[in-house]
């Protein structure tokens, strides 16, 4: 199974990306800071998955996320 991450999502370029990756059949997670802005087509569709964030914020949890896992192991 394909997939791909898109940032810039509402964007005119990510727009289009996001259009042709779920036209494709390929599993898209997109992030984006305000997912109003987002197309309708990805917003339903269930190969999209939808992250509203802002890109610094999304890198500190996951830098937290891998410290925990760090700990663990």
């Excluded at 394909?2 to 810039?8: D, E």
């Excluded at 990805?42 to 925990?68: F, Q, T």
């Amino acid at each position: 199974m394909k997939r791909a991450i898109v940032t810039g999502a509402t964007g005119f370029i990510g727009s289009w990306l996001v259009r042709e990756l779920l036209k494709n059949h390929i599993d898209t997670t997109v992030i984006v800071r305000n997912k109003s802005r987002l197309l309708s087509e990805a917003a339903e569709n269930p190969h999209c998955v939808i992250l509203e964030k802002e890109l610094d914020r999304l890198e500190a949890e996951i830098a937290s996320g891998l410290a925990e896992l760090r700990g663990m192991l």
